[in-house]
């Protein structure tokens, strides 16, 4: 069960794309840097990955970029829960 | 307490990442985890580089990773030759090429890619960045 | 599963370092006894062709350092199969007997490994 830790704009790069060819049930996504923007692009559904999926955003990172109102899909976090997440699950993969 | 080894593949400057990998070296130390090692191979190697020279009121990664290491007594292990193929280069890499300057300097030790195998099989999660 | 390798590379040869380093690091992995998997995936799968054949001086032939992984005592090679059809490419032309992984397989296989790399 690992953590995917999208750190790229969806619009100039395929890692979450990529990321979704590999999930499995239980893992979680965790958007931080440019991957906040994943937020803003409509056509990767996030509400719908929701649904199987745990979403967290790294939020200072969101509020570095001007992004303060998150849906409520999509939990935020700072960097000791990034931490308690990468022990939380066996494995994280950093796309 | 979890052990961690952080891998750091990203640039010091031109990417955001190796900053999120400090701060989250940070948190993790705060914690009471334990950091085995900060392994930088491919672009994060750049971290280690002595002769970056930031303006006063911009962050300087470098130094905070020297900070961090002095306080918590880390260890800083530089792939040698993703760093030498950058430029970066220790005093005897310097001595081995007849010239006077050298960029790789303690607490960044040099080390082979074995040192990054060794630490993650002692530790408990590896978490790129 | 305890501390077993995956190394995911998604990155085309040549363009960057990616693809050279990482292949540095499979083979470190390998001589160092570690159970490793590597994975080919996206644009990476265009490490695998076997008619490279680099113009410069000094630029290694990745088909010829993918080939080499083996000695290294690195035998677990897996291609993404959807990532091989969007790039019309045939199993025929890649350098090395890779393993074809299906979406589904391709997941639970990278599952399996507790250090996962993305090069």
Partial sequence: MPLHIIKQSPFDSPSLAQCKLTLSAGDAILFIENGIYCLNHTDSELQKLAENYSLYILSPDAETRGISNFPDYVTAIDYEEFVKLTIEFSASISW | ?129 | ?119
């Avoid at chain 2, 750091?8 to 190796?18: K, L």
């Avoid at chain 3, 390798?5 to 693809?19: C, E, K």
């Avoid at chain 3, 790039?87 to 599952?111: G, M, W």
């Fill in chain 2, 1 to 129: 307490m979890t052990s961690f080894t952080l891998l750091i593949t990203s640039p010091a400057f031109d990417s955001q990442s190796s900053h999120t990998a400090y701060e989250f070296c940070s948190a993790a130390l705060k914690l009471g985890h334990k950091i085995d090692s900060i392994f930088f191979y491919h672009q994060g190697v750049t971290n280690s580089n002595n002769f970056s020279v930031h303006h006063s009121d911009e962050v300087n990664l470098h130094q905070l990773w020297k900070s961090l290491a002095t306080e918590y007594e880390l260890r800083l292990n530089v792939c040698v030759s993703a760093a030498n193929r950058r430029g970066i280069i220790t005093e005897q890499d310097a001595e081995e090429i007849d010239t006077t300057y050298y960029n790789l300097d303690k607490p960044f030790e040099s080390v082979g890619l074995g040192e990054l195998m060794t630490s993650m099989n002692a530790s408990d999660r590896l978490v790129q960045f």
């Fill in chain 3, 1 to 119: 599963m305890s501390n077993s390798i995956a190394i995911i590379n998604r990155s085309a040869p040549y363009g960057s370092s990616h693809a050279t380093e990482s292949l540095d690091l499979a083979m470190i992995a390998g001589t160092f006894g570690q159970d490793i998997s590597v994975y080919f995936f996206g644009d990476a799968v265009f490490q695998l062709i076997e008619q490279q054949k680099p113009q410069t001086k000094g630029v290694k032939n990745l088909s010829k350092v993918i080939k080499s992984l083996i000695f290294f005592d690195v035998e677990n090679i897996y291609v993404c199969q959807k990532s091989m059809q969007e790039r019309s490419i045939q199993l025929s032309e890649l350098c090395v007997d890779a393993t074809l992984l299906s979406n589904d397989d391709l997941k639970a296989s990278i599952n399996k490994h507790s250090r996962i790399m993305v090069f």
